[in-house]
């Protein structure tokens, strides 16, 4: 008796991909436009994400959610991102694998050389379509925060920004504050 091949054409390209990189041992990893990229931040790029995890601590508690850099699933796409830094709910949070753009208060990319235009381009474009509320770029390399609102299908129609570092970046509901970026660089 042989054994029967196995076929995987019944698994479309997406999911086995997706389950592929939820399994990977070791470093964390993302998918953008398909390409598997791994996820290895400097400290520099962590201290970034970092005072604006410390600055928006508080009101990220009244609201009741919860910040990190969860798995950010984008269906239908070949796209698994890792923030450097996403605001949900803590109800969505709990036990939940990976969540959806639309499901956070705000997602924050911090540029590094390998990834800068990834974060400014792709990351943008695509958390605009799936409805992410609220991206802010922190761009190191250019030394600037830009805030990008209300997403749509063809990106986001409200951008404050490039702000160079040191100027405060105003936050809007449900966060109201602003952001003091001259920790950033």
């Known amino acids: 008796m042989s054994a029967q091949p196995h076929s995987y054409a019944a698994v479309d390209p997406e999911t086995a991909l997706k389950y592929a990189i939820q399994h990977v041992r070791g470093d964390r990893v993302q998918i953008v436009e398909g390409i598997i990229e791994p996820v290895s931040p400097s400290w520099d790029h962590e ?28 269906p239908g796409s070949s796209n698994w991102f890792v923030p450097d830094l996403a605001v949900v709910p803590r109800d969505l949070a709990k036990g939940a694998g990976a969540l959806l753009p639309e499901q956070t208060l705000l997602v924050v990319e911090v540029t590094s050389d390998s990834n800068a235009d990834t974060d400014r381009t792709v990351k ?25 609102a209300e997403p749509g299908g063809l990106g986001y129609t409200r951008v404050t920004g490039p702000h160079p570092f040191g100027t405060p970046v105003p936050l809007p509901e449900p966060f109201a504050m602003e952001l003091d970026t001259s920790g950033l660089g």
Do not use: K
């Not at 992410?132 to 770029?137: E, I």
């Open 47 to 74: 201290t970034a994400a970092d005072v604006i995890r410390e600055q928006i601590g508080p009101v990220v508690r009244r609201l009741g959610c919860v910040t990190g850099s969860g798995d950010l699933d984008l």
């Open 124 to 148: 943008r474009r695509r958390y605009a379509e799936y409805g992410a509320p609220l991206y802010l770029l922190i761009d190191r390399q250019e030394r600037t925060c830009t805030l990008f």
